[in-house]
């Protein structure tokens, strides 16, 4: 091995890391930078054997910051491999730096035996929440919670029944739990996330059961968007009634200009035959006066 990994505890620049806990998650971002790196040749499969080792055997971030200090992803190199962020940092703005609000959740667990349960409106998730179904069902519904951590884990269990987990659009989604003759809905999964906003990881085991993953608007958002396509409508059907209401006007111009003309056009032709009829009416007097005249 050309390269020893570094000491645990620093940075590629010498800093310190705080020591805390890493996650399932970032330990997977880190393996797969070191797949990268073994696929371009940056990594002989000794290294990449040992880093890998490495990477799962981490406990916090100070133990795997490290493993990806020497891959080009700095200045001055092109950064094929994609960089490795080990701290979710909070979103300067927006609304999901309200919804994360730190401390305790206000429910930790749930359990439906032949019956079910609802985790939904305005709650708080902890950062670890556990629901456990045995014939029966539930549902945790996240599109209006509030969150106590960056990223908090729904650890499901289903015997025999399911479990139903809702997000908004905008939060990041990790399933990663095991199913037996049973399932977990990945769907949603690999779906980027909006800055600042959270990470779900579904995690558990389905025996005979199955646990599903769906991404839904919220009512109030359903509604304003209704509202919005009902206005678009209107406002489509008033241009419409307006531009009828300009080609209505413009064929009455054209009707009115139409009916000039024929009007015009009988003048003249009422002129004309005035004119013929006074012709004809001069002669038959000058006929009349020279046979007057031959009596004489």
């Known amino acids: 091995?050309?390269?020893?990994?570094?000491?645990?505890?620093?940075?590629?620049?010498?800093?310190?890391?705080?020591?805390?806990?890493a996650s399932d998650a970032d330990r997977e971002r880190v393996a797969e930078v070191l797949r990268d790196a073994l696929a371009e040749g940056r990594l002989d499969m000794a290294e990449f054997e040992e880093r890998l080792e490495a990477?799962?055997?981490?406990?916090?971030?100070?133990?795997?910051?490290?493993?990806?200090r020497d891959l080009p992803v700095g200045q001055g190199a092109v950064p094929l491999s994609p960089a490795v962020s080990l701290h979710k940092e909070p979103a300067p703005q927006g609304?999901?730096?309200?919804?994360?609000?730190?401390g305790e959740g206000s429910s930790s667990w749930a359990v439906a035996v032949m019956s079910g349960f609802q985790r939904k409106g305005r709650w708080t998730v902890p950062k670890r929440f556990t629901c456990f179904s045995f014939w029966g069902g539930g549902e945790i519904d996240l599109r209006e919670a509030d969150f106590a951590d960056r990223e908090v884990e729904i650890n499901c269990?289903?015997?025999?029944?399911?479990?139903?987990?809702?997000?908004?659009?905008?939060?990041?989604?990790?399933?990663?739990?095991?199913?037996?003759?049973?399932?977990?809905?990945?769907?949603?999964?690999?779906?980027p996330g909006e800055?600042?906003?959270?990470?779900?990881?579904?995690?558990?085991?389905?025996?005979?059961?199955?646990?599903?993953?769906?991404?839904?608007?919220?009512?109030?958002?359903?509604?304003?968007?209704?509202?919005?396509?009902?206005?678009?409508?209107?406002?489509?059907?008033?241009?419409?009634?307006?531009?009828?209401?300009s080609h209505r006007d413009e064929r009455r111009e054209r009707w009115e200009r139409q009916w000039?003309?024929?009007?015009?056009?009988?003048?003249?032709?009422?002129?004309?035959?005035e004119e013929r009829w006074e012709r004809h009416r001069e002669r038959r007097e000058q006929r009349r006066d020279g046979r007057g005249h031959r009596d004489f």
């Open 195 to 245: 800055p600042g906003a959270p990470r779900v990881i579904v995690t558990g085991f389905a025996f005979w059961g199955g646990v599903g993953v769906e991404r839904k608007l919220t009512r109030a958002e359903r509604q304003r968007q209704k509202e919005e396509r009902r206005q678009e409508k209107l406002d489509r059907r008033a241009e419409r009634r307006e531009l009828q209401g």
């Open 157 to 191: 269990i289903a015997i025999m029944g399911g479990a139903q987990v809702i997000v908004p659009p905008g939060v990041e989604v990790v399933v990663r739990g095991i199913g037996i003759m049973g399932g977990f809905d990945h769907r949603e999964e690999g779906v």
């Open 95 to 102: 609304s999901w730096a309200g919804r994360i609000t730190g």
């Open 260 to 273: 000039e003309r024929h009007e015009e056009r009988l003048e003249q032709h009422r002129e004309r035959h």
């Open 55 to 68: 990477t799962y055997q981490a406990r916090t971030y100070g133990e795997l910051a490290p493993i990806t």
């Open 1 to 21: 091995m050309t390269d020893a990994v570094p000491p645990p505890g620093e940075t590629p620049a010498g800093h310190p890391v705080p020591e805390l806990r």
